[in-house]
């Protein structure tokens, strides 16, 4: 039996929120995808339901991606994450190793580079697809 998996983007662009789904939800079968249009938002879900994976913008108004993860992190969950970030992941390497952030992509997004970074926070083998 496949086990299924819960999925939260965050992103302050409805497209992207709107791209990350399509590309999320068939993921594997019966993959669940919530979105969130800021770091509050998306805390407050984190905080209500456990989710498998968090992908979020790293840049946004209010409480930024980095601030989402520490939160996150000072839960005690260790909920798997990547960044996307259209402003280069090299400034974010320090962060993304203290935090434990699985991936951090660049913007423009590309869909297999997505799907493949999830499978592989996820731990799902990508011939499940």
């Known amino acids: 039996m496949i086990e299924h998996k819960r999925i939260l983007t965050v992103d302050d662009d409805a497209r992207v929120l709107l791209i990350m789904r399509a590309t999320l939800e068939n993921l594997q079968h019966g993959t669940v995808v919530a979105t969130a249009e800021n770091g509050k938002e998306a805390l407050a879900k984190i905080k ?5 994976l968090v992908i979020t913008d790293v840049r946004m108004p209010g409480l930024s991606g980095v601030e989402l993860v520490e939160a996150i992190r000072e839960l ?3 909920t798997a994450v990547i960044w996307i970030t259209a402003y280069g992941c090299a400034n974010l390497e320090a962060d993304r190793e203290r935090l434990d952030v699985s991936f951090c992509l660049e913007k423009p ?3 297999g580079e997505i799907r493949q970074a999830a499978l592989e926070a996820l731990e799902i083998p990508s011939k499940d697809l």
């Open 48 to 52: 209500e339901e456990p989710f498998d």
């Open 76 to 78: 005690g969950t260790h």
């Open 109 to 111: 997004l590309r869909i």
